[in-house]
């Protein structure tokens, strides 16, 4: 099984701010099969980011992703209102498609 | 649109089983693989299985490997969770999701059922 960690844990920054979220592999994702989540309080996830780097249908050009191997990165350029919520990375590349922990970002 | 609707949650006592629904619309549900995902109250999310289109491939994450059962109704545009020997550990919300293909992100997920494990 992939363990997926996801540091840091919880992100204070301002709106206009640019966040920077990690999420590391205990082992290579098969593919870069890596996709990033948002989700927001009584909401089902919504898929940011998949294959490391592409971005998913309607997601604003803001959101991007880096990495590959073991290492993985989900930046925010410019943090908009919208923006303040729960990030999860999931790996699906082999079963079990295990997700990490989550960052949330705040408001600072 | 695509549109994934679960149903069949509520309050169970622990060792008692529960079967969930997914009902399926705004696309051939037949041509889509389906996964079924958890998120225990506040916390993150857990994968819990998935089933190819034709219902013949099915993994399991290992906490629910034996006690839960995934099956689907290509007739009926509809996806089972059968869940047995229930713990508390198990309460949590219920998602479906599918990224249509089997290897692929989570494009589509339902609003969740809430399924409570409690004496």
């Known amino acids: 099984e992939i363990v997926l960690t996801q540091s840091p844990g919880t992100l204070s920054l301002s709106p206009r701010g640019r966040a920077t979220l990690s999420c590391r592999a205990s082992?290579?994702?098969?593919?870069?099969?890596l996709a990033w989540y948002q989700q927001k309080p009584g909401q089902p996830p919504r898929l940011l980011i998949h294959g490391a780097s592409s971005r998913a249908t309607g997601i604003p050009d803001r959101f991007s992703g880096s990495g590959s191997g073991t290492d993985f990165t989900l930046t925010i350029s410019r943090l908009e209102p919208e923006d303040f919520a729960v990030y999860f990375c999931q790996q699906y590349g082999s079963s079990p498609f295990t997700f990490g922990p989550g960052t949330t970002v705040d408001i600072q | 649109q695509v549109q994934l609707v679960e149903s069949g949650g509520g309050v169970v006592q622990p060792g008692r089983s529960l079967r969930l629904s997914c009902a399926g619309s705004?696309?051939?549900?037949?041509?889509?693989?389906m996964h079924w995902v958890r998120q225990a109250p506040g916390k993150g999310l857990e994968w819990l299985a998935l089933?190819?289109?034709?219902?013949?491939?099915?993994y399991f994450a290992d906490s629910v490997k034996g006690r839960f059962t995934m099956s689907r109704d290509n007739s009926k545009n509809t996806l089972y969770l059968q869940m047995s020997n229930l713990k508390i550990e198990d309460t949590g919300i219920y998602y479906c999701?599918?990224?249509?293909?089997?290897?692929?992100?989570?494009?589509?997920w339902g609003q969740g059922t809430l399924v409570t494990v409690s004496s």
């Open positions: 089933i190819s289109n034709d219902g013949i491939i099915k």
């Open positions: 999701a599918s990224g249509q293909k089997l290897i692929r992100p989570f494009d589509y």
């Open positions: 705004g696309f051939t549900f037949s041509t889509f693989g």
């Open positions: 082992q290579s994702v098969s593919d870069n099969y």
